[in-house]
C-alpha cells in the first residue's frame, strides 16, 4: 500500500442535501478520494482506500462522530455547537460561512434583544437561542422549535421573532424581516471522534485536507527578476518559508517561484513591476503540504 493510502475501514460522514453538501464533497474529492454518488444512496465506497462516506442531515453528524459510528464528519461548526456533543473540531473548512441572526418583522416594535422578554421565538437552534437569551439577561422567552420555513412563521403571527441561519440576507428582506443582533458566527467544520477507530487514517486524512485549505489560501507565483534587485524582490515576497530563486541564461537575470496569499496577490505583483520584474505569473493550486 502506497504511503499516502488511507488505511481501510475510515468511516466519514458528509451532507446529503444543503448548502454544506457541495463544498464537503469539493473537499473530500481534492483529498484525494475517490468515490460516486448515485442517487439517493445513502453512502459510497472509495475502492482505492476503503474508506467509506456516510451521507447524512448535518445536525446528526455531531451525534454520529461522538457516539464513535464515524470517525470523521464535516457538518457546519453551528450544529456542533448547537448539539454540544464531545467532539474534536479538527480544522475550520472555509466555506459554507453564515451567521446566527435574530430577526423580527420590520414594522416591530422590537429593536433590541431585551424587547422580546416574554416573547415567542421560532428557531432551529433551540438550544443557541435558549442559550442567548439567557446570556443577554433575557427573561421569559418561550423558544419554539421549528424545522420548516422558519421566516413565514413571523408572517403569519405565530411567533415574534425568529433565531435563523443567515448567508446573505435575502431571504429576510423577501420575507419583511430585519436582524436586531447576531448570535454566532459559523461555517463548515471537519470533526472528529476523540479516540477514532482508525486513527492513523484519520491523520493522513486531514494532513490531505490541510494541502487542500493551503491551496486555497495561496497561489504560486513565477517572475523573473533583475539580479540586482533580488534582495528587494525577496523582501516583497518571501514566501512561505523562502523563495525558490534559479539562474537564468542570461546572467543578469533570476527566476523566482514564491508561494504568495492570495488575498495579497495583486499588491505583491504591483510591488514587483514596479521593482523590474517582468514576466510575472499567478498559477493557482489544487494542492500544496506546507
Not at 429593536?111 to 416573547?119: A, E, K, T
Not at 534582495?231 to 542570461?250: C, K, M, N, Y
Request: charged share 25%; with cysteine; net charge negative.
Amino acid at each position: 500500500m502506497p504511503d499516502e493510502a488511507l488505511e481501510p475501514g475510515l468511516l466519514i460522514a458528509a451532507p446529503s442535501k444543503g448548502r454544506l453538501r457541495e463544498g464537503a464533497i469539493s473537499v473530500l474529492e481534492r483529498a484525494g478520494l475517490r468515490f460516486r454518488i448515485s442517487g439517493r444512496r445513502l453512502f459510497s465506497d472509495c475502492p482505492e482506500t476503503g474508506a467509506r462516506i456516510l451521507f447524512c442531515n448535518v445536525a446528526d453528524i455531531p451525534v454520529l462522530v461522538a457516539e464513535g459510528v464515524v470517525d470523521l464528519g464535516i457538518t457546519g461548526s453551528d450544529q456542533v455547537e448547537e448539539k454540544g456533543r464531545p467532539v474534536e473540531i479538527h480544522r475550520r473548512l472555509g466555506f459554507g460561512r453564515c451567521r446566527l441572526a435574530v430577526a423580527v418583522h420590520k414594522d416591530a416594535p422590537y429593536r433590541v434583544p431585551s424587547d422580546l422578554s416574554g416573547r415567542v421565538v421560532g428557531a432551529k437552534f433551540v438550544e443557541l437561542a435558549r442559550a442567548y437569551f439567557v446570556r443577554n439577561n433575557v427573561a421569559d422567552v418561550h423558544v419554539l422549535e421549528i424545522q420548516g420555513a422558519v421566516e413565514g412563521m413571523v408572517l403569519l403571527g405565530l411567533v415574534d421573532a425568529i433565531v435563523e441561519i443567515v448567508e446573505t440576507g435575502s431571504s429576510l428582506v423577501e420575507n419583511d424581516l430585519v436582524e436586531i443582533d447576531q448570535v454566532l458566527s459559523a461555517e463548515a467544520v471537519l470533526i472528529g471522534h476523540p479516540a477514532p477507530r482508525e486513527s492513523e487514517a484519520c491523520r493522513r486524512l486531514i494532513r490531505r485536507i490541510d494541502g487542500v485549505l493551503a491551496a486555497d489560501r495561496y497561489s504560486l507565483l513565477e517572475y523573473n527578476c533583475p539580479v540586482a534587485r533580488i534582495d528587494e524582490a525577496r523582501s516583497i515576497s518571501p514566501g512561505f518559508s523562502s523563495p525558490t530563486v534559479q539562474p537564468l541564461h542570461d546572467p543578469g537575470w533570476f527566476g523566482v517561484k514564491v508561494m504568495v496569499e492570495k488575498n495579497e496577490i495583486q499588491r505583491v505583483v504591483d510591488a514587483l513591476e514596479a521593482l523590474g520584474c517582468v514576466a510575472i505569473l499567478e498559477t493557482e493550486l489544487r494542492h500544496a503540504r506546507l
